[in-house]
């Protein structure tokens, strides 16, 4: 009699497990701020400087005394004129300086009017329309950062937004995580690289490979060296052996297809024979055959103490090192939201990010759902011109198209069913692949 196979291990649970191994690799390295989109900061940056260095206008007007304008129509004269980036003097007494958006606010003034607010007169001087409030369309020294503020945390991950606030306190260079290096393999004798042969000599059963081409572009939008080792035949040692050469100088494996359990998956047997496989099948769908475990290196692997501390329960001998592993079910859509859900946060993990998860939001379902499942649901959709969220068609793991048509993903609990109108979860796409 076959043993019962284990229970399949809940996402959450699996999610925490996985995070727990994966520990913040050792190493940073200086980039330019220009490089720095998408890389993990390993320091904190404080600010040398006020943001603004100094009062400015943030109109395009004249700088004032409001003491000496009581009332509306007061014609005063132009004492000088203001660009962005000059030196002011003090403002003469009984005058108005012209003054241009961005431009210092000179010694004395405490308003500015706006030039829709005034009237040139024939004689040079301006008449003031309207009597200011105190401290009027003034940006204020240090109004948004001020000198020794943390302005970006160590394990932010840098966007657009944060390399122009790190350039506006004076940051050339930057001290980023180092890149997880990342072995990328697929296995499977049925799949065939676009190029290799034309769609109408594609012998039965066999299947291009999609897998391979946006894993290694999700891996490389995540800031990893990829390692790209092709297609691995349905062989138990041609799969010993590519784990073994991925394992050499790399932090991380990923492969997709063969965790399953036929008897031409290969992959799991391997892993257990090199090392430990941790965990095993997630209460999801799609996704249900993922794999995570650790292989054992040798010590003459570089850097062997940079990919971590050892998972405990793994045995190992003095000088030898460890490399993790991620399998990834074969059917493209179980690959790509596996690789969000699970691989996504560990990667982040590495590079020591703060926030590895995604934030969902509440929005109301369009569609009906009555069939609940054992396992928790991830449905491909999008949002309509009404805010509501419609499912795609066809959700079945191996329809790559919905990953194309969706937007986001919809989290649905184990044993749960849907009506049109009903909050539900949802994980924007625009978050998970940025």
């Not at 007169?121 to 008449?127: F, K």
């Not at 998956?265 to 257990?272: F, R, S």
């Not at 993903?409 to 849907?418: K, Q």
């Amino acid at each position: 009699m076959n043993a019962p196979r284990p229970a399949l291990r809940p996402l959450d649970d699996a999610l925490a497990a996985l995070l727990a191994q994966a520990q913040p690799l050792a190493g940073s390295e200086t980039v330019a701020t220009f490089d720095a989109d998408g890389r993990v900061l390993a320091e904190d940056l404080v600010s040398a400087l006020q943001v603004p260095p100094q009062d400015n206008s943030s109109m395009d007007g004249y700088a004032v005394r409001r003491g000496e304008i009581a009332d509306e129509g007061v014609p005063l004269p132009v004492s000088q004129r203001i660009p962005a980036g000059a030196a002011p003097q003090p403002l003469q007494p009984g005058t108005i300086a012209r003054i241009f958006t961005g431009a210092p606010v000179p010694e004395g003034a405490d308003a500015i009017v706006m030039q829709e607010d005034t009237q040139a007169l024939e004689d040079g001087r301006v008449r003031i329309l309207r009597v200011p409030d105190a401290g009027q369309w003034i940006r204020r020294s240090g109004e948004d950062i001020t000198r020794g503020s943390t302005v970006l945390a160590r394990g932010e991950r840098l966007g657009p937004a944060a390399q122009g606030l790190a350039a506006s306190i004076g940051r050339e260079r930057l001290q980023v995580a180092r890149r997880p290096r990342v072995a990328l393999f697929s296995t499977g004798d049925e799949l065939v690289m676009p190029g290799q042969v034309a769609p109408e000599a594609m012998k039965p059963g066999a299947i291009y490979n999609s897998n391979r081409f946006f894993l290694r572009s999700l891996l490389l939008r995540l800031g990893c060296e990829v390692r790209d080792l092709g297609i691995v035949p349905d062989q138990r040692e041609a799969t010993l052996q590519a784990l073994r050469e991925a394992s050499r100088d790399n932090d991380v494996i990923l492969t997709s297809g063969g965790v399953s359990v036929g008897e031409e998956d290969h992959i799991k047997p391997a892993v257990q024979q090199l090392g430990s496989l941790d965990l095993w099948q997630i209460a999801m769908k799609p996704g249900k055959p993922f794999a995570y475990g650790t292989i054992a290196v040798q010590s003459s692997r570089r850097d062997a103490q940079d990919v971590g501390t050892p998972s405990p329960t793994l045995p190992r001998q003095a000088g030898e090192g460890f490399c993790h592993f991620i399998g990834l079910p074969g059917n493209p859509v179980s690959s790509f939201v596996t690789f969000l859900l699970l691989v996504r946060p560990f990667l982040l993990k590495l590079q020591g990010a703060t926030q590895v998860t995604p934030v969902a939001v509440q929005l109301p379902a369009h569609f009906d759902w009555p069939r609940p499942d054992k396992r928790r649901e991830f449905l491909r959709a999008r949002r309509n011109a009404q805010g509501r969220l419609e499912l795609f068609a066809n959700q079945s793991s191996g329809v790559l198209t919905s990953t194309v048509w969706a937007d986001g993903l919809i989290d649905v609990p184990a044993g749960t069913t849907i009506a049109k109108g009903d909050p539900v979860r949802f994980l924007p796409l625009a978050e998970l692949l940025a």
